[in-house]
T-cell receptor, first 117, second 111 residues
Framework: GAVVSQHPSRVICKSGTSVKIECRSL??????MFWYRQFPKQSLMLMATSNEGSKATYEQGVEKDKFLINHASLTLSTLTVTSAHPEDSSFYIC?????????????FGNGTRLTVT | QQQVKQSPQSLIVQKGGIPIINCAYE??????FPWYQQFPGKGPALLIA?????SEKKEGRFTISFNKSAKQFSLHIMDSQPGDSATYFC??????????FGTGTSLTVIP
């Protein structure tokens, strides 16, 4: 069964509004979660690493003020797209390691399709 | 710089064929190599994974071949079925905290 739950699966918002996406680890604690963005027919682009109780680590070129990440508990990380614009329309996917050993696989949520009109 | 290079970009095979997807990496510090399967509108799902101390791993119809000296690994799908039609991503991990993904291969299995 799913080990990472992501909500909502689809969201449509108007330009200028903010959207929050939730990522939950089910039945395990995730001190680290990862947020990816995926454009159609393209690979996964790591946006940021979410660390429980501390600031997220953003990849180069990702605006931290636009993509706010909060990891307030060991089972929940949120990504807020602030002042969304049509170019922010994309598929956003979160993931988490099931364990902390070096060969623990990443488990992904089912993604959130964001459409900004 | 692309840490993991994947080919081909797309692949079409007949049902029962054996599609092969190849990946190459440069960083010899990578210690974990998973493959993910993604259907449209869904997140990637872990398919099979291998560590560098093993040259081959098989799970059901899926096999990973790993060549440490060449820094290459590949996914073979035996007796492919139309339901295997999806996008496949290889990845390489560094201590389980950093994952680098290939560019993906769109597989179509024709009935």
């Amino acid at each position: 069964g799913a080990v990472v739950s992501q909500h909502p699966s689809r969201v449509i918002c108007k330009s200028g509004t903010s959207v929050k996406i939730e990522c939950r680890s089910l039945d395990f604690q995730a001190t680290t979660m990862f947020w990816y963005r995926q454009f159609p027919k393209q690979s996964l682009m790591l946006m940021a690493t979410s660390n429980e109780g501390s600031k997220a680590t953003y990849e180069q070129g990702v605006e931290k003020d636009k993509f706010l990440i909060n990891h307030a508990s060991l089972t929940l990380s949120t990504l807020t797209v602030t002042s969304a614009h049509p170019e922010d329309s994309s598929f956003y996917i979160c993931s988490a390691n099931l364990g902390q050993s070096y060969n623990s696989p990443l488990h992904f949520g089912n993604g959130t399709r964001l459409t900004v009109t | 710089q692309q840490q993991v290079k994947q080919s081909p970009q797309s692949l079409i095979v007949q049902k029962g064929g054996i599609p092969i997807i190849n990946c190459a990496y440069e960083n010899t510090a990578f210690d974990y190599f998973p493959w993910y399967q993604q259907f449209p509108g869904k997140g990637p799902a872990l398919l099979i994974a291998i560590r560098p101390d093993v040259s081959e791993k098989k799970e059901g119809r899926f096999t990973i071949s790993f060549n440490k000296s060449a820094k290459q690994f590949s996914l073979h799908i035996m007796d492919s079925q139309p339901g295997d039609s999806a996008t496949y991503f290889c990845a390489a991990s560094l201590t389980g905290n950093q994952f680098y993904f290939g560019t993906g291969t769109s597989l179509t299995v024709i009935p």
